[in-house]
């Protein structure tokens, strides 16, 4: 399977405790996102990565939330001591946006994983 | 403020009509839109991408307009199936260059067969 993959599926946790996910991206793809999605929502965007450099934030993100994409492959999503607040699917999405596009804008078409559902009792 | 809207009820049509869904956008200048479809549990898939400078866009059964007077994206499926349950996103890159995507809430599709 050459798609985005995401581990694990499902994380339950207690409030308070450290969770870590994991994106392994399109190998060829070299941006990186997370985002994050609850019920009845669209995905709301969290971070992004151009290779291994981390571009930008969203106000959204808490410095108890931190991501990283060593080597710009895959990346990880940490949030520690874990609130109710914090359930919630997180997405990760790739893409690959060529350094020039000519005259055009260059377009980015992302690709999601399966994302993983957080719960947090 | 910026806002991306699209209808939150849910749309019920028939097998073999047409589904129109609406994305509407205030205080955004986006170069291109993008329409997603995401089933129960899983990530979007996209769909379609329309630019600025193009009113019409289509693959298969599926037709996007975009008009940036109205600041209005339409999403059309012809000859709808219950396979096309289903909800839909729309999205756009709130700045050029600024890569984050903005979605909407989405529109969930229940074609009755």
């Known amino acids: 399977d050459t798609g985005v993959s995401q581990n694990p599926r499902h994380k339950i946790t207690k409030r308070g405790q450290n969770v870590t996910f994991r994106c392994d991206p399109i190998?060829?793809?070299?941006?990186l996102y997370w985002y994050r999605q609850t019920l009845g929502q669209g995905p709301e965007f969290l971070t992004y990565f151009q290779n291994e450099a981390q571009l930008e934030k969203s106000r959204l993100l808490s410095d108890r939330f931190s991501a990283e994409r060593p080597k710009g492959s895959f990346s990880t999503l940490e949030i520690q001591r874990t609130e109710q607040g914090d359930s919630a699917m997180y997405l990760c999405?790739?893409?690959?946006?060529?350094?020039?596009?000519?005259?055009?804008?260059?377009?980015?078409?992302?690709?999601f994983g399966p994302g993983t559902r957080l719960t947090v009792l | 403020s910026q806002k991306i809207e699209q209808n939150s009820e849910a749309l019920n049509i028939q097998e073999g009509k047409t589904a129109t869904l609406t994305c509407n956008y205030t205080n955004y200048s986006p170069a291109y839109l993008q329409w997603y479809r995401q089933d129960p549990g899983r990530g979007p898939v996209f769909l379609l991408l329309i630019r600025e400078n193009e009113k019409e866009k289509r693959k298969e059964r599926l037709k996007v307009t975009f008009d940036t007077t109205l600041k209005q994206s339409l999403f059309h499926i012809t000859a709808s199936q219950p396979a096309d349950s289903a909800t839909y996103l729309c999205a756009l890159e709130p700045d050029t260059g600024r890569r984050a995507l903005t979605f909407g809430s989405g529109t969930r599709l229940q074609v009755q067969p």
């Open positions: 190998s060829e793809h070299n941006r």
């Open positions: 999405a790739s893409s690959f946006v060529p350094p020039k596009a000519g005259g055009l804008v260059s377009t980015d078409t992302q690709y």
